[in-house]
């Protein structure tokens, strides 16, 4: 305990020496052009505050700890790890927990369809002469250059590109079978072309889409072209003169970006491409579209809802052939069940009663998608958890009227349950398998994303694992859905995941429609997954369109008329999401849970001071619920060896004697300069910076955690950022991008342990 106090003391007397060296430091600080994110996090909430309240610290009784002697009474202090060496000594035990979660015991399927996987493509950004050109540019004529997909790069901002490929398709493909084109996502929007011919068109960076391409295909050498379009996003763009642009491209600021310190890596720019896997695909034209597993908890049993395709033009009869095994478990809970799809006929107000009225008849596939609902009892089911995240698999065959399999699709899905109470006072408690849960993690920005774009799968292992040795318990995915791939590695491992739709301060008004089609699409991508519990609708909304009223969204009335729309959208999708409308709310109160972001040990006294944090005082915010922090954090230095081995060579000290003279302002984006003056001496050399604000940045983390923790009405928060995605991509990270971890980590790490001791 006097450790403790002495620490935060000196820290108190640090504060008030460094003012001098802040007012000194003023001139400076307000000499460069304040960037994008410290002018967020100068606002402050000044609108509809009658319908807040301060949340002051609680009432709590003196309770007396008797003093007992003995060596029963004794613990043994536990020293806890604080090296990279001793983090991945811990990491590899965790692997053989964990590991055994990714066994496939389940038995394999048939396989009904031939994928051809569409790697190698010819790329070129379009010139002044393709549109006038456009029949040319089909045919391939022009400039290109070989790129592997997924490829992802420039440019951004309001440009389109074109990806060209030949593919050959053989007899057996287009022989009484449907052929298609899958895109798992292209950002942003994608015009397809084959043969010539216009197939279809998507908009959107995260969903999968496909066309039926089957009478535009021929058999022998197809040219297949892509047409990608991009946009400045709905969040804006903030170009040389503070001139911000804003465009209809539904994105936040975040993403996996590209090979360049500038605009590629900082935060993942808003780039372009096709930037997950795509082929083409022959089925049978009766196949499965979707199978989504709804685990219902309470009673013991999963949904199963089924979507069939059927592309002959006649109706056709089929039947079903379900099982559900244990994924990574032994077990058979259901094998072969033969399902014959049927209905009745329910006279309606003013129907005469015909004989057939209320007998079950056979039903018959029409034309397009077909939707078929069916409940199975998992009698004394494993449960998934962070723990134990033990998953199932249902397996479905497709039948048709000969009872020959014409189709087979598996889905993996877990058995749990994540609620939030909005009936008792307080509202907004979060229970987790009916039992009361606080969600403590971090945000996070592109790695994931990499590991899965370059197929790293060892190192998308390793960094879920990282997250769970910090003692979080899940991850947010900051203001955007990612590729299936990350969803599916953490059911395995047992990570819970925050998903957000990809909107940042406002919402264009024309986008309205376009919203609450891609929430549906955002839900679709992840409902079948144990691990994501929760969702955002927007990050950081501000009031006003944010002094943009006649571009954006300006009322709280024209956002919440849209969040009812895409609560409608997502619930038909998935009946029981958790949704949480707003990730730090600059426009309270918003409906549904409240959120606030906190970056008072960066942005001095952002939300409210530390002092009063530190005391158990909170942001003002709607009386009788609990509420949420989705992001906090200090910026630190990435290590000089990290500096060395990745940094241009401009953003680095000469020799030594400019090594003296050296600031974090040569690094592109970084705030460190700008804001140490209130935490931290100005030092003097690279290696001092970097301790300085990594020394700042572990403080900064253990105070607020701590604090947090001791509020028990704060239901979940989360650290900004957990890992870089490149070299000074963000470097509010606590780990850097070659996972050595800052002094932060390990101080999340100590505040987030299960059991703490705190004054």
Request: hydrophobic fraction near 35%.
């Amino acid at each position: 305990m006097y450790q403790v106090m002495n620490k935060f003391i000196s820290k108190v007397v640090l504060i008030c020496m460094f003012l001098v060296s802040a007012l000194l430091g003023l001139s400076e600080l307000y000499a460069q052009e304040t960037d994008f994110f410290a002018e967020i996090g100068n606002k402050v909430q000044n609108e509809r505050m009658s319908l807040l309240e301060e949340k002051l610290p609680p009432q709590l009784p003196e309770i007396a700890i008797p003093l007992s002697k003995g060596k029963k009474h004794a613990f043994k202090e536990v020293r806890e790890i604080s090296t990279k060496k001793e983090l991945y000594k811990e990491l590899a035990i965790l692997k053989k927990q964990f590991l055994p979660f990714m066994a496939n015991k389940a038995p394999e399927i048939a396989n009904t369809r031939d994928r051809v996987y569409l790697t190698e493509f010819q790329w070129r950004q379009e010139t002044s002469g393709d549109r006038e050109n456009f029949i040319s540019t089909l045919r391939g004529e022009g400039d290109w250059k070989n790129v592997q997909v997924p490829h992802f790069d420039a440019p951004y901002g309001r440009a389109t590109t074109y990806y060209y490929k030949k593919i050959n398709v053989s007899r057996e493909m287009l022989q009484d079978r449907a052929l298609f084109v899958h895109f798992k996502a292209v950002d942003y929007k994608a015009h397809v072309f084959l043969n010539g011919a216009y197939v279809g068109s998507h908009e959107g960076f995260f969903a999968p889409f496909e066309f039926n391409i089957s009478k535009y295909a021929k058999e022998g050498e197809n040219e297949l072209l892509v047409q990608v379009e991009n946009d400045y996003t709905t969040t804006g763009f903030v170009a040389a003169g503070k001139e911000r642009f804003f465009g209809d491209k539904i994105y936040g600021v975040t993403g996996l970006g590209y090979d360049n310190f500038y605009d590629g890596g900082h935060q993942g720019a808003a780039g372009m491409g096709i930037y997950q896997d795509c082929y083409i695909e022959s089925r049978d034209p009766i196949h499965i579209n979707d199978v989504y597993v709804r685990p219902l908890y309470d009673e013991g049993m999963a949904e199963i809802r089924i979507e069939v395709n059927n592309y002959h033009e006649d109706r056709r009869p089929i039947s079903f052939n379900l099982s559900i095994f244990g994924q990574n478990f032994e077990s058979i809970v259901v094998e072969d069940s033969l399902i014959v799809p049927s209905a009745l006929h329910v006279p309606g107000i003013g129907d005469l009663q015909k004989p057939t009225d209320w007998q079950q008849s056979r039903t018959s596939l029409g034309y397009g998608p077909n939707y078929f609902t069916y409940h199975v009892k998992i009698p004394e089911f494993r449960s998934w958890s962070n723990d134990t995240p033990w998953l199932y698999q249902a397996q479905l065959n497709v039948l048709d009227e000969n009872n020959t399999v014409v189709d087979a699709q598996k889905q993996t899905f877990g058995m749990r349950s994540f609620k939030m109470d909005t009936v008792s006072i307080p509202k907004g408690r979060l229970y987790f398998n009916n039992k009361k849960i606080r969600l403590r993690g971090a945000n996070t920005m592109g790695f994931l994303q990499q590991d899965v774009f370059k197929k790293d799968w060892d190192q998308l292992i390793d960094d879920i694992l990282l997250a769970k040795l910090t003692n979080m318990n899940f991850l947010r995915m900051t203001q955007r859905p990612v590729q299936p791939e990350i969803y599916e590695y953490a059911d395995m491992l047992g990570l819970m995941l925050q998903t957000d739709f990809p909107t940042f301060g406002g919402i264009r008004y024309n986008q309205w429609e376009e919203s609450v089609r891609q929430v549906a699409e955002m839900e679709r991508l992840i409902r079948n997954h144990p691990s994501n519990v929760i969702i955002t609708y927007i990050n950081e909304r501000f009031p006003n369109g944010e002094g943009h009223p006649h571009r954006n969204m300006a009322t709280p009335e024209q956002y919440f008329s849209l969040f009812r729309a895409m609560d409608e959208a997502v619930l038909k999708e998935n009946p029981d999401r958790v949704i949480k409308k707003s990730d730090g709310d600059y426009d309270p109160p918003t409906p549904g849970l409240p959120d606030n972001h906190c970056y008072n040990t960066w942005y001095n006294g952002q939300g409210l001071g530390i002092g009063k944090l530190y005391k158990g005082y909170w942001q003002w915010v709607k009386p009788d619920w609990y509420y949420g922090c989705g992001e906090f954090g200090a910026e630190a230095l990435d290590p000089v060896e990290v500096m060395k081995k990745y940094y241009p060579k401009e953003w680095l000290p000469k020799d030594e004697e400019d090594d003296k003279k050296w600031t974090a302002n040569r690094i592109y984006a970084a705030q460190t300069h700008k804001f140490h003056y209130m935490w931290y001496n100005t030092q003097h050399s690279l290696q001092d910076w970097v301790d300085a604000s990594q020394d700042h940045q572990e403080w900064a983390l253990e105070t607020v955690t701590e604090a947090f923790r001791r509020d028990s009405s704060m239901v979940t928060f989360a650290a900004h950022l957990f890992i870089d995605a490149w070299p000074a991509g963000w470097m509010k990270t606590i780990m850097d991008v070659d996972r050595n971890p800052k002094k932060g980590y390990f101080a999340y790490r100590n505040a987030l342990k299960p059991t703490k001791v705190l004054w």
